[in-house]
């Protein structure tokens, strides 16, 4: 995994909450109960979220989370960076305490590599983003699921 069980959480939520209609809250437990995480720990995760500033919240019985942006501009990296910060991607994947091009640990090279895919991957990609694949993930499915018809009208 490439960012923590908190990110990928609230990847998912936020994915949820970008198939809402515009201006419509959505409480944690339909949240929860819908993308199979617990919902005291969203809860903690989304309120979180909405500190630093990503989600909208409301309290009461139509209350809930509602995104601050459009789904199109909410990039991966701005969810994982409120949550866990990006320090990891940036120290020295062998624990050094001094690691660059001029005085590389042995995985230097191969971690700055994969460093600068994985951050490439989560500047670029947005929530839109994996809501659309998401979408097109179910329309494959739900096709394959439909019975084989014949295409064939019956002779009488």
């Known amino acids: 995994m490439i ?17 809402a209609p515009d201006g419509k809250y959505v409480m944690v437990k339909q949240i929860a109960e819908q993308e199979n995480i617990p919902a005291h720990f969203l809860a903690k995760i989304l309120q979180q979220s909405a500190r630093k500033g990503r989600l909208r919240s409301s309290k009461g019985p139509t209350g809930g989370f509602a995104l601050r942006k459009p789904a199109s501009e909410i990039p991966l990296v701005h969810i994982v960076e409120a ?5 990891d991607y940036e120290r020295c994947v062998s624990g050094l305490a001094e690691c660059t091009d001029d005085a590389p640990c042995a995985m230097h090279e191969v971690w700055k590599d994969l460093r600068s895919r ?33 295409g064939v009208a019956q002779r009488t």
Do not use: N
């Open 3 to 19: 960012y923590s069980r908190s990110s990928e959480y609230a990847i998912r939520a936020f994915m949820h909450l970008a198939q």
């Open 83 to 87: 949550l866990d910060g990006l320090a």
């Open 118 to 150: 994985i951050m490439d991957y989560l500047e670029r990609t947005t929530i839109a983003d994996l809501v659309r694949a998401l979408e097109e993930k179910r329309k494959v499915l739900d096709q394959a699921r439909r019975p084989a018809t014949a």
